[in-house]
C-alpha cells in the first residue's frame, strides 16, 4: 500500500511527510504541530516581532498575503478554520486544504 500525502497539489507517493515539512524536523525537533485559530491569531497580531526573531535566527518570515493557512481548529464536520496572511479568520472546506505553518512551544 502506497500513502498519500497531499500538500498544495503536490502528492507525494512514498508514505513521506508531505513536502515542507521536512525542514521542521531537520532542526532536530519533533514536537512541531499545526497552531489552532486563537495561536494563528496571536502570531499575526505579534507578526512584526515574531519575523524580527525568525530573521535573526534565519527561519522563514510571515509574510502579508490574502492566502490563508490552516489551523487545527474545526467549525464542524466539513470545515475548519483559516486565518489569512492579512490575520482574518475565515471558515475553509477541508477538501481544499490552505498552507501549513507548522510552531512549536518555546
Request: with cysteine.
Amino acid at each position: 500500500n502506497q500513502k498519500e500525502a497531499k500538500n498544495n497539489g503536490r502528492r507525494r507517493e512514498d508514505g513521506g511527510c508531505p513536502e515542507g515539512w521536512e525542514p521542521a524536523r531537520s532542526l532536530g525537533f519533533d514536537d512541531w504541530y499545526i497552531p489552532s485559530c486563537p495561536q494563528m491569531s496571536l502570531i499575526y497580531m505579534r507578526m512584526v516581532d515574531i519575523n524580527d526573531i525568525l530573521y535573526l535566527i534565519g527561519g522563514k518570515m510571515f509574510q502579508a498575503s490574502t492566502e490563508a493557512y490552516m489551523t487545527s481548529s474545526e467549525c464542524n464536520d466539513r470545515n475548519y478554520w483559516s486565518v489569512s496572511g492579512y490575520g482574518q479568520v475565515g471558515v475553509s472546506d477541508k477538501r481544499n486544504p490552505k498552507r501549513i505553518r507548522l510552531i512549536r512551544d518555546l
